[in-house]
């Protein structure tokens, strides 16, 4: 799932690890209206791609990677005090 301020998306990458720049098209189009990503990368924490980091950055988006439980559970909490955040969820299996 894609969690934006403008709605819940389906979101089909299935691997943290191939994320690219073009995974987050959406986001990037709302990225005014988000500071904190919360990136669930499945079971595992895993690192994000060196280039996707860098477009997030520069777009003035903070990612945050994480389990994905993990990223559900802070995606409620940021969201309940109104933070400009928005989360991607990769399945667990």
Do not use: H
Request: charged share 20%; hydrophobic share 55%; proline share 6%.
């Amino acid at each position: 799932l894609l969690c934006l301020p403008s709605g819940i998306y389906g979101w089909e990458p299935a691997d943290p690890l191939a994320l690219t720049a073009a995974d987050f098209a959406k986001l990037l189009n709302e990225a005014d209206q988000v500071e904190i990503l919360l990136v669930g990368a499945g079971k595992d924490l895993r690192p994000l791609p060196a280039a996707l980091r860098a477009a997030l950055k520069a777009a003035g988006i903070a990612a945050d990677p994480m389990s994905t439980g993990a990223a559900v559970r802070t995606y409620n909490v940021l969201l309940a005090e109104n933070r400009a955040v928005a989360a991607a969820l990769i399945a667990v299996e």
